[in-house]
């Protein structure tokens, strides 16, 4: 069974430090790899998205993710955090079959310090 | 374009009362979905519907809680009776196609809390 393993329910950084949120998947399957964000009172929206193209998947507001297969990992980073940044993010995978759903992890609730 | 509606925002009813929740999708998005997230979880799906079909509802409590798409469009969630591990925030989602690999679009939630 897939299922994805966020390492952190908590991380803090500094306002332009680097964020890292972390992200390890089991998949029998090569997966496909998400990563959504949660503003406080609002539904989750899509960041960015693995689907087996380039490994390293650029998103909005600055985001990126790196597929490494060898670690089965898909941590996100940004390389400056904003004050906005301030969130829960969560990782998700799907496996590449044709009858999916996409199963997410606990989340990580990103704050940025002053 | 117009994004999933979701009503109500809130709720708050007695255990053993029963709450339905309303969803409508993107226009065109054949795939609805319906999740549960606990506080201090990551939502966990309950049905999928590809049009007015259920794809799968293997987590669904089907003793309690039912879901209908009858048109195809918007969909209902109905718990009866409620328990107090029902609180949680109900997210709707849809998707253009069956796989959801090009992302789910979600609403803002319900929050439901029994008390």
């Known amino acids: 069974a897939q299922s994805v393993t966020q390492l952190g329910s908590h991380v803090s950084v500094s306002e332009g430090a680097l964020v890292l949120l972390r992200c390890n998947y089991s998949?029998?399957?090569?997966?496909?790899l998400f990563w959504y964000v949660q503003y406080p009172n609002q539904g989750l929206q899509l960041l960015l998205k693995?689907?087996?193209?380039?490994?390293l998947v650029k998103g909005i507001n600055g985001f990126e993710a790196e597929f490494k297969k060898s670690e089965t990992s898909f941590h996100l980073t940004k390389p400056s955090a904003h004050m906005s940044d301030a969130a829960e993010y969560f990782c998700?995978?799907?496996?590449?079959?044709?009858?999916?759903?996409?199963?997410f992890g606990s989340g990580t609730r990103l704050s940025i310090r002053p | 374009e117009a994004g999933v509606a979701q009503s109500p925002r809130y709720k708050i009813i007695e255990k053993r009362q029963s709450v339905a929740f309303w969803c409508n999708p993107i226009?065109?998005?054949?795939?609805l979905y319906w999740y549960q997230q606990i506080l201090g979880q990551g939502p966990k799906l309950l049905i999928q519907?590809?049009?007015?079909?259920?794809?799968?509802d293997s987590q669904l409590p089907k003793d309690r809680f039912s879901a209908e798409r009858l048109k195809g469009v918007d969909s209902t969630l109905k718990i009866q009776p409620a328990k107090l591990e029902d609180s949680a925030v109900y997210l709707c989602?849809?998707?253009?196609?069956?796989?959801?690999?090009?992302?789910?679009?979600f609403g803002s939630g319900t929050r439901l809390t029994v008390v």
């Open positions: 226009s065109g998005h054949a795939t």
């Open positions: 693995y689907t087996s193209a380039a490994t």
């Open positions: 998949s029998s399957v090569p997966p496909y």
């Open positions: 519907f590809q049009n007015n079909g259920v794809v799968d």
């Open positions: 998700a995978v799907s496996p590449y079959s044709s009858a999916s759903k996409i199963i």
């Open positions: 989602a849809s998707s253009l196609d069956r796989t959801g690999w090009d992302g789910y679009t």
